[in-house]
Structures are given as structure tokens and as C-alpha cells.
């Protein structure tokens, strides 16, 4: 029985890997972004984005791993009540969506979703294909400064 118990409570841990849900502004979404294996995600403040290692992030997307050119928007807060576009843009959310267009010899553009958490630790991104899916530990990007590698 004690076995049962701590399967499941590791199969817990492993979905909420990266904290609770919050909300992001855009001062603290630009940047440089990656995680420990490989992945790197630059947001820019005129709302445009790269990334390289995507598959690092999130497995079997299919995506092109290295984009060059793309954008990013915030999207409705979760559970948002609003039926209708925002009159201004959204300045800060909990859910982002990266466009990332094909690079040359890529036959098409794709869509991320992005899941903004926080932990102890930060801020981090938890990017999926579906808002229902969920990342592990290894698969979040976490903020790095302006020279990490």
C-alpha cells in the first residue's frame, strides 16, 4: 500500500513541476529563456521571438527545432471571463502564444502555447502543444541573464 501511495504522489510532483499558475508581465517575459537541455527562447519587447531546441522543450511538436523569425501575443488569463477581444493589449497574462514561422525548407508555420508558472525559483515557461498538457521539471525555461550560454 505505502508503495501505491508514493507512486502516486511522484506522479503528482511530476505534473505540477514549475509551480502555480501565474500572471507575467511584459518587463519580466523579454528576455532570454532556456532550459538545461538545450532549449533557448528569446522574447523581445517589439513582441518578436526565436528559439532553437524545441524539441528540448517539447518533444514530438512538430515544429521546426530552430525558428529565426517569430512572434509572441499574451493571451486571456485562465479563467477570464471576457467575451470579447481587450480594447488595448494585454500587458501581462499567464498564457503566451509563440507563432513561429518556417524557417527556409520548413513547409509550415506552427503555434505554442505557453504556460507561465512560478516556483521558489521565478518565473518559468512550461511550453506545450495543448493547454492541458504539462511539463517536467526538465522541460521548463527559466529566465537567464544577458551572456548564459
Not at 532549449?39 to 519587447?45: D, E, N, S
Not at 526565436?50 to 493571451?75: E, K, R, Y
Not at 503566451?96 to 505557453?114: I, M, Q, T
Request: aromatic letters at 4%; a negative charge.
Amino acid at each position: 500500500m505505502a508503495v501505491g501511495g508514493l507512486a502516486l504522489y511522484a506522479a503528482c510532483a511530476v505534473m505540477e513541476a514549475g509551480g502555480d499558475r501565474a500572471v507575467i508581465e511584459q518587463a519580466d517575459l523579454v528576455g532570454d529563456w532556456g532550459n538545461r537541455d538545450g532549449t533557448r527562447l528569446h522574447i523581445a519587447g517589439e513582441h518578436s521571438v526565436s528559439i532553437s531546441g524545441l524539441d528540448q522543450a517539447v518533444p514530438d511538436n512538430g515544429c521546426p527545432m530552430t525558428v529565426s523569425v517569430g512572434t509572441w501575443s499574451f493571451l486571456e488569463p485562465k479563467g477570464s471571463r471576457r467575451t470579447s477581444p481587450p480594447p488595448e493589449p494585454l500587458t501581462g497574462s499567464d498564457a503566451v502564444d509563440l507563432e513561429l514561422k518556417p524557417d527556409v525548407g520548413y513547409p509550415r508555420a506552427c503555434s505554442v502555447f505557453v504556460k507561465v508558472q512560478r516556483d521558489d525559483d521565478g518565473y518559468d515557461l512550461c511550453l506545450v502543444m495543448d493547454p492541458d498538457q504539462t511539463c517536467m521539471d526538465d522541460e521548463l525555461l527559466r529566465k537567464r541573464g544577458p551572456r548564459s550560454g
